[in-house]
């Protein structure tokens, strides 16, 4: 008995070790790059801030996350055996800040002395194409579609007015807000622009039409009246554009692949950059010094299960239970030296911000907090940021709207209009005041201004206290006011301008590690496992989920309310939409 146990154990022991060689063998080889190798990225559909960038890399071809582009550039630049990167411009959506987050990749790419080559397919089709045409831009030549176009035709921000019909339907907005920019309810409660939203709107669109110029003109090499006078000559045809030098080659994507396998005269191995991005089995397993990088990406919702159907282009959104837990978890994790909390968020619930901002406040305490802001960290979004020790942005996130919302409909006139009616029986002067079958009695509305107003005082108190700057001044540049991070960081809102990695180093030095000390990268929330991201119909949806307009995510998100059973709109929320 004792010696068939024994030789039960030592088979077991064989048949672990073998399986465990085949692994490790498998797994040398998927990650086995030949000399001479191009690196080769295709950027098609949303760009996210996270992928699924694991074992499995279970990646959409038709999204491309940040975290993964991020690090196969990071890792190609260094890498001896890759000798070039090509970038296949197909049909990507993505925010100027997203634009030029991927850019700065690029030319640190090129500053290891690498060759880079671009391809677009066309640079907007029946919509803008600034974004796109900026990235391509960034590569040493850059290859355009005979047929493609540029359609570099500036910037546009349009917004919804909704009181005309409202007043049609009989619904009654009543709504309330603190600072004169905050326009969030303005879709609600006006017919046209107010002078403050004008005025706003129009100085967001000044900064980011200045970098846009700005930026491409540097990478062509031409001067900003150039290209602002192309910009009034847009959309431009293939050949408009190789003459203005915006292009180098009108060439088809076959030719511009055959070119790029044998650039310089040599032959080249090309390297799908999700595959070469993709963690090895053995990553990490050393333990040491690491830093945790949490993802805020969505509207900012109280309660958990990150999966919102109407919110960001992968459906997720920033939920105060996985925030505040994944906060928890890396202050509590004795091997994480610091934190980056990533944040693209427009905002959403006060409630939920609060908590949010009260767990970076709980983890600041313990360690070194760095913001990196993305395409939007605003109103809720910039009051989670509040506590970090250091906020960086790149020039065009849209960040700030300080301010208050809030309010609720009055739908019993529309109810009336088709012959319904409604009545109640209530105990208690201010028991119907959030009923949305009733409007606001002068005693409550004023009350209700009262505590917006003590909402938002507490709001630029936190940003005072945050920042080191008088309350005088933090209501100077709050207001509810939208600001591009170029922007921004005259008024101190943020510290400085750049992207993950500008994080990452000052995440380290807060630390106090030295800048070349390698360490573990931690992503957190925590993601769901296949089984689970199946049976919960998140990987489904995080595939063919398309960009929600969010002109009219103010009305989709009164909906959503409606049918969760509350009257009130989300108090914290920024709803600009610059066309790029």
Known sequence: MIRRFFRWIIRTVIIVVVLFAIVAISDYISHRVQPNSVLAVELNGPVVERGGGGVLGLLSKTQTALNVLRNAIDQGAKDPKIVGLEIKVINPTMELAQAQEIVALIQSFKSHGKWTAAYIETAGESGLGNTPYIV????????????????LMGVQLRELFTRGTLDWLGLTPNFASAGKYKSAANMFTEKDFTAAQKEEDEGLAGSLYDQIVAGIGAERKL??????????????????????????????????????????????????????????????????????????????????????????PDSTSMTSDDMTEALKSAREDDDVRAVILRVNSPGGSMLASELIGRAVELTAKKKPVVVSMSGYAASGGYLVSIPAAKIIAEPGTITGSIGVLGGKFNVSPAMQKIYANTDAVSLGANVGMFDMWTDFTPAQSQQFKDEIMRDYQHFLKLVADGRHITVEQADAVAQGRVWTGEQAIKFKLVDSLGGLDDAMAAAKGL????????????????????????????????????????????????????????????????????ML
């Open 511 to 578: 630390a106090r590690l030295a800048p070349d000390q390698p360490v573990g990268i931690i992503e957190l929330p925590a993601q769901p496992g296949l089984l689970q991201s199946l049976s919960g119909g998140k990987m489904v949806a995080s595939l063919t989920q398309r960009p929600t307009v969010r002109i009219v995510e103010p009305i989709i998100e009164l909906i959503h309310a409606a049918l969760s059973g509350h009257a009130m709109f989300s108090a914290a929320y920024c709803p600009v939409v610059p």
């Open 223 to 312: 001067s900003p009246d150039a290209i602002k006078a192309l910009i009034d000559r847009a959309p431009l045809n293939a050949d408009v554009g190789l003459k203005a030098r915006l292009v180098d080659r009108l060439e088809y994507e076959d030719e511009f692949s055959e070119r790029v396998k044998n650039h310089g005269g040599s032959s080249h191995k090309v390297v799908d950059y999700t595959n070469y991005a993709r963690a090895s089995l053995f990553t990490n397993l050393s333990g040491g010094d690491q830093i945790a990088v949490i993802y805020g990406e969505g509207e900012i919702q109280r309660g958990g299960e990150g999966f919102d159907p109407f919110s960001t």
């Open 136 to 151: 391509a831009s960034a590569c040493d030549e850059v290859s355009l579609m005979p047929q493609g176009d540029l359609n």
